[in-house]
């Protein structure tokens, strides 16, 4: 198995085969507009016009399960975003990313990196807060909160796992080497 044998519903309720993003740069991320982290689709979106035109794509899954931080429909999810940070990157269905009905590509990208890697002192201090509060995050590899970010390579292997709190700008040098 691997990141092209799975499909997941866009925001529309239409069926988005990942086979179709073979040989693409892949960035997933769980997503919420209403978090402290949400100004990073301002970042996000600055990656995916720097890098869309050399075969980078991102997939933004709407998260509800941290602290009820993504109300709203998708529909509204979306217009808040190309709103708010005019988000042009592919905004998928909310799904659930722990837990008994968690979407089973989450399940994968977990199994595939199930430790991120959190830097500095303030971002480990954030990290332990917010894991004491994350009711869905019950072991070992669950996702803790919103805007955790998967990178997958042109090949399909899930290579870096990032906390919420990195910075996607951050990833612009390691991302780059994969374009």
Not at 14 to 30: A, R, T, Y
Not at 137 to 152: A, H, S
């Amino acid at each position: 198995m691997n990141i092209y044998d799975f499909k997941v519903k866009t925001r529309n309720g239409e069926e988005l085969d990942l086979s179709s993003l073979k040989g693409k740069v892949l960035l997933i991320v769980n997503t919420a507009t209403g978090c402290g982290f949400t100004p990073q689709y301002e970042g996000l979106e600055k990656l995916f016009e720097k890098y869309h035109d050399k075969g980078f794509e991102i997939l933004d899954f709407p998260c509800d399960q941290f602290g009820h931080q993504a109300p709203g429909t998708d529909d509204e999810i979306h217009q808040f975003c190309t709103a708010k940070y005019n988000t042009k990157f592919e905004q998928l269905s909310k799904i659930e990313v722990n837990g008994d009905n968690e979407e089973p590509l989450y399940t994968y990208l977990k199994n595939c990196q199930p430790n991120e890697e959190v830097v500095g002192l303030k971002n480990k201090m954030a990290m332990k807060a917010v894991k004491k509060i994350s009711s869905t995050c019950k072991k070992d590899g669950d996702i803790v909160w919103n805007f955790t970010k998967f990178l997958v390579d042109r090949n399909g292997n899930v290579v870096k796992r990032y906390d919420p709190t990195f910075n996607p700008s951050d990833m612009e040098e390691y991302l780059v080497s994969l374009i």
